[in-house]
């Protein structure tokens, strides 16, 4: 196995094959490949030529923490979000579970995303603890996540045309790979730490992620004007009722936590508290009220039980086809 790495350097538009005349030219997506020290380039005719390039260059590749380049922009183009939200509803299925060979063939808009994050941000968004902040640094979370998520896949077996993901991808990767945002360097890790600084727990621990260890990523990107009005929804119906993100062991009487909330466990019994002084409460206490009434009765029925935080590698939300949908979707292996 070789320790490699896959950047989408480039991302521009030229001729396949010679040159015809003018009004019989058309144009085709040209992606700049390196991988080591290697660059590749190719004429992408068709979406399935992308997909069988990326799985010859990940054959045979390991994941790696290595930090992750991208290309610069074109001069002068303006930060926007609009590829996020094409990969969003290109690559996410209604429960919000990755397509990974949908991932792997948006994968270059995603870097055209993740170029356009890696500018120095607006004065609106560039500090401070406001909406626009928050809501630029939830969409280059979900992004970035995504991107190193990315680094994960590999083919399907017999297949060079379809990828899959592993189940869980090493907690150190996925939170401490460096990459450029915002005009420096930073880290899932790096973001975490901005949002605990806010104030209010619940902004590290909804931070989208492609992984089950903080809040699940958007259909789409998230906006300034809802950002927040939005968290108390999410954190009662995205985070505290999914049994993938608190998972709650009734063999063993243990549950655990996302680490954002297990980080937040002290002020958040504290707050409870001082609103219900009749007797100390635990951690599953101050976070019923909190919960909708599906989540607060599994709080419940797990009262008593030893609380710590979640460990191991990170769960990958991504979508398992079986042998069949398999066959539906890409045909016999070697197609």
Request: aromatic content about 6%.
């Amino acid at each position: 196995m070789r320790n490699c790495q896959l950047q989408i350097a480039n991302c521009k538009f030229g001729n396949s094959g010679g040159m015809p005349p003018k009004s019989e030219q058309r144009l085709f997506p040209i992606f700049q490949f390196a991988i080591g020290n290697s660059q590749f380039e190719i004429h992408a005719v068709r979406p399935k030529l992308i997909i069988l390039v990326i799985a010859s260059l990940l054959a045979g590749c390991r994941p790696t923490s290595a930090p992750i380049a991208v290309a610069p922009p074109p001069a002068g183009q303006s930060i926007t979000c609009d590829d996020l939200a094409a990969v969003l509803s290109e690559v996410l299925d209604r429960e919000g579970r990755i397509d990974p060979t949908a991932l792997a063939v948006h994968l270059p808009r995603l870097e055209r995303q993740l170029s356009l994050l890696a500018l120095p941000w607006p004065q609106e968004a560039a500090g401070g603890h406001s909406d626009q902040r928050l809501a630029w640094l939830y969409n280059a979370r979900a992004a970035w996540s995504l991107r190193i998520i990315a680094r994960e896949l590999f083919p399907l077996e017999g297949r060079r045309d379809a990828f899959d993901l592993p189940a869980a991808i090493d907690r150190e990767r996925l939170m401490n790979t460096p990459f450029p945002l915002d005009g420096r360097q930073m880290s899932l890790t790096a973001i975490d730490v901005e949002l605990a600084g806010w104030g209010d727990f619940r902004l590290a621990a909804l931070a989208p992620d492609a992984t089950d260890l903080a809040g699940p990523l958007p259909q789409r990107p998230f906006a300034a004007d809802t950002v927040r009005q939005d968290l108390p929804a999410r954190l009662a119906t995205k985070l505290l009722a999914d049994p993938r993100r608190l998972v709650i062991d009734h063999d063993q009487q243990v549950v655990g936590v996302p680490p954002a909330i297990w980080r937040a466990r002290q002020n958040l019994i504290m707050e409870y508290n001082q609103h219900q002084p009749v007797r100390p409460a635990d951690l599953l206490t101050a976070l019923r009220p909190l919960a909708d009434p599906a989540a607060r009765q599994r709080l419940t029925d797990a009262m008593g039980y030893r609380v710590e935080e979640r460990r191991g590698p990170a769960g990958i939300s991504a979508l398992r086809l079986d042998r069949q949908e398999r066959l539906r979707r890409f045909g016999p292996p070697g197609n």
